[in-house]
């Protein structure tokens, strides 16, 4: 089992900057990738950005320029850096974990843009 503890959340002004952490605790061997998945208000969930083992990242294209996802060296926690934070950013921020064929999520934690 990979526990994953979300944090950093809350509300921002447009063009605000927050930055998450994600810190998964457990059998974490073997890990393939971390990353970060949302879900705005009537939508479907969405994935955002990822990390690998090796260090290659990807992000969707709306994101693209602004988020910037890191790792730890001990390879159990990552950072997403949100500048030039939307309105469109609005949503639960979900993390996640996958490796062994197996994957994981956190809790969520919610970023609202809004002035």
């Known amino acids: 089992q990979v526990q994953l503890v979300e944090s950093g959340g809350g509300l921002v002004q447009p063009g605000g900057s927050l930055r998450l952490s994600c810190a998964a605790s457990?059998?974490?061997?073997?890990?393939?990738?971390m990353g970060w998945y949302r879900q705005a208000p009537g939508k479907e969930r969405e994935l955002v950005t990822f990390?690998?083992?090796?260090?290659?990242?990807h992000y969707t294209d709306s994101v693209k320029g602004r988020f910037t996802i890191s790792m730890d060296n001990a390879k159990n926690t990552v950072n997403l850096e949100m500048d030039s934070l939307k309105p469109e950013d609005t949503a639960v921020y979900y993390c996640?974990?996958?490796?062994?064929?197996?994957?994981?999520w956190g809790k969520g934690t919610l970023v609202t843009v809004s002035s």
């Open positions: 996640y974990w996958w490796g062994r064929g197996m994957d994981y």
């Open positions: 457990g059998s974490i061997f073997g890990l393939n990738r």
């Open positions: 990390i690998t083992d090796g260090g290659y990242t």
